[in-house]
């Protein structure tokens, strides 16, 4: 999608701090980390948002939980805990309209949600 950050970093037009990457996901290292371990991970088609996912996405939803276990493991943060926290829409503060899956982690983090 034209003018769409996470596409143009999917598309690698724009440079990414990448932690993984096939076919249909990408996991890049967030520009502004909010915790020690703080990855983003996209589809690599464009979803504007959760709520804008439907049926059909729902093997590529589970793929992405997944590769956060798997990257958390990665980064040694299994044992002591992490977060996986999507945005969507305005009350959520979603900044950026492409749906990514934060993985946080490596401190206490707060204690909303
Ligand atoms: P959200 O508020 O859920 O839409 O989160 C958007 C996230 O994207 C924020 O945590 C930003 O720091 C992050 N972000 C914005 N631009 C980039 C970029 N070019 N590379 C990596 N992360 C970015
Ligand atoms: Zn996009």
């Known amino acids: 999608m034209e003018d769409c950050l996470f596409c143009k970093i999917a598309a690698g037009e724009i440079p990414s ?5 096939d ?3 990408l996991a890049f290292r967030d520009i502004s ?4 371990t703080h990855i ?10 959760l709520a804008d996912a439907d049926e059909a996405d729902a093997v590529l939803l589970a793929k ?6 798997l990257l958390a ?5 299994a044992a002591s805990g992490y977060r996986v ?12 309209q492409h749906l990514h899956y934060h993985l946080l982690g490596g401190k206490k983090l707060g204690d909303i949600c």
């Open 33 to 36: 980390p909010k915790a020690p």
């Open 17 to 21: 701090n990448k932690v993984y990457e």
């Open 23 to 25: 076919d249909e996901v």
């Open 64 to 69: 992405i939980q997944i590769l956060a276990k």
């Open 73 to 77: 493991e990665a980064e040694g943060i």
């Open 85 to 96: 926290v999507t945005n969507s829409g305005e009350d959520s503060g979603q900044e950026v």
């Open 40 to 49: 983003l991970i996209i589809p690599k088609k464009h979803i504007a948002r």
